[in-house]
């Protein structure tokens, strides 16, 4: 079956880095997508990764391993604006996407 | 407008009533998608739609119907509501099916079915 995981909660301090870890396992693959939600919106798109390697963004960072079925989304100088949930897509063989429950990211000062 | 529009933003259904969720887009986005997302779970694709006139079944497509006359509009109906189908509803769409293009979302419509 087609499954993606990822951490239910993480919190992290204000000024920190903190890394938000996805296992995928999907029939077919064609790249792995990180979205943002605030609580109450809807999900905003981050990043997308299909090559294997670490794709920078500004503050974000997301890596792929496509022989480990593993991602993560690396979020550096956290602001408290960053307290969202992260989820974690991946795109089968269909080019449907496949949908990690999501991490909320809560952030302390 | 800008970007997808959903109405209504939320409702209170009584079971067994017939209820239609609107979506429009204005990005000439050829594909567009049917997601809810509940509590604990990721988003589940309802239906999708890959261009004007075509329409196909996503993994939780049971008790829901769409149609899509026209490239902007991919209407969603719940033919008779039941409690288990209070979720929120959240309309997407790419600029083309068959590649990995980005999703974009709407804002959502939060359903109540009593």
Redesign the interface.
């Known amino acids: 079956g087609q499954n ?1 995981d990822q951490p239910t909660e993480m919190t992290a301090t204000e000024g920190a880095i903190v890394q938000i870890n996805c296992t995928y396992q999907t029939s077919g693959f ?2 792995l ?1 990180w979205y943002q939600q605030h609580a109450g ?5 981050l990043s ?1 990764n ?1 090559l294997d390697g670490l794709e920078e963004k500004g503050r974000f960072s997301s890596f792929l391993s496509r022989s480990k079925g593993y991602s993560y989304l690396l979020l550096k100088e956290l602001q408290m604006k960053d307290s969202a949930s992260y ?1 974690c ?1 991946a ?1 089968d063989s269909n ?8 991490t909320k990211l809560i952030i302390k000062p | 407008i800008a970007g997808i529009t959903q109405a209504p933003t939320s409702q209170i259904l009584a079971a067994g009533r017939r209820m239609t969720l609107r979506c429009t887009q204005d990005m000439r986005h050829n594909a567009m998608y049917w997601y809810r997302q509940d509590l604990g779970l990721g988003l589940r694709l309802i239906h999708y739609s890959n261009t004007a006139g075509t329409t196909g079944k996503g993994e939780v497509p049971d008790g829901y119907s769409v149609s899509r006359a026209n490239t902007d509009d991919f209407p969603l109906t719940l033919a008779s509501a039941v409690p288990s189908q209070t979720s929120v509803y959240f309309c997407a769409s790419s600029d083309s099916a068959g590649v990995s293009d980005t999703q974009y979302f709407g804002p959502g419509t939060r359903l109540t079915v009593l």
């Open positions: 993606i064609n790249g997508f919106e809807a999900p905003t798109f997308y299909v989820l897509a795109m080019y449907q996407l496949i949908w990690g429950a999501g």
